[in-house]
């Protein structure tokens, strides 16, 4: 299972950016990918997740109403698209594949792909 994740960049606040994750269409149909974050001195964060059966997605309340999780298993792509940016949403962003049904468990993420950078800064 290779997840890759992209599409990271310089974004000022109150701009969009879209990040990507891309997989095979196997991996889609056979997990959720799930996106966390890590910010320079904080631990990592679990941010949103969608299931690969019912497409039943998470979000963590501090990206609720801004990030939407995305999935187009034709193009093998998981997305997140993330509006209304604000400085706390700078870290490196990675996704990672594991079991919907376990999401939110300590060592969630049976595999994982490299980070992309999003830094939100005027």
Sequence with gaps: ????????????????LRVSCAASRST?????IGWFRQAPGKEREEISCIS????????VDSVKGR???SS?????????????LKFEDTAVYYCAADSWSTWGDPG???YWGQGTLVTVSS
């Design 1 to 16: 299972v290779q997840l890759q994740a992209s599409g990271g960049g310089l974004v000022q606040p109150g701009g969009s």
């Design 28 to 32: 889609l149909d056979r997990y959720a």
């Design 52 to 59: 690969s059966v019912d497409g039943k997605t998470y979000y």
């Design 67 to 69: 990030f939407t999780i």
């Design 72 to 84: 187009d298993p034709a193009k093998k792509m998981v997305y997140l698209q993330m509006n209304n």
């Design 108 to 110: 969630w993420g049976d």
